[in-house]
């Protein structure tokens, strides 16, 4: 049991960590965390289907589709159609989301 109790409290130490870390760069633009790991996400790997996204990120497709409508909103990310299949939308970011990064 103790070293459930460890675990845990380790668990909850990287989590206070990562929270203040992101908390300095996204936390001025008002993002939560889901939200920044979508942005970190696309900016590292690229486009990619909203199924990619969700798959990666460990959520829902649903969740991940009401994130990025959120970060599409305040024009961080965009919807692409597929050049070669109509019916695959890919997520990417955009060049305010770029320069606010940069």
């Known amino acids: 049991m103790q070293a459930a109790k460890d675990i845990l409290q380790a668990y909850l130490k990287v989590s206070r960590r990562i929270t203040e870390e992101l ?6 633009m008002n993002l939560t965390f889901p939200q920044t790991l979508a942005l970190t996400i ?17 959520s829902a497709n649903s969740t991940t589709s009401g994130i990025v409508d959120r970060l599409e909103k305040a024009g ?7 050049e070669t299949d109509r019916r695959v939308i890919y997520v990417e970011v955009t060049e305010k989301y770029e320069a606010i990064h940069a």
């Open 42 to 58: 696309l900016a590292a790997d690229g486009p990619m289907p909203i199924s990619a996204l969700a798959k990666v990120t460990g």
């Open 76 to 82: 961080l990310l965009r919807r692409v159609s597929s």
């Open 23 to 28: 908390g300095g760069h996204f936390g001025k």
